[in-house]
């Protein structure tokens, strides 16, 4: 029953872990959208 528990345990792990770099990947994404635009407004400013 101890590996038993244990192995439920990394299953969940491993879950979070899974759900954990989608949010960092979206967060990722959105961050470089914002500053993809915040560079193309400062650029067009520029000129």
Not at 8 to 26: C, H, M, P, S
Not at 29 to 41: H, M, V, Y
């Amino acid at each position: 029953t101890e590996i038993k528990g244990q192995e439920q345990l990394t299953n969940d792990y491993y879950v979070f872990a899974e759900r954990l770099k989608d949010n960092e990947i979206a967060t990722k994404l959105s961050d470089t959208r914002g500053q993809a635009e915040c560079n193309l407004i400062s650029s067009t400013q520029q000129r």
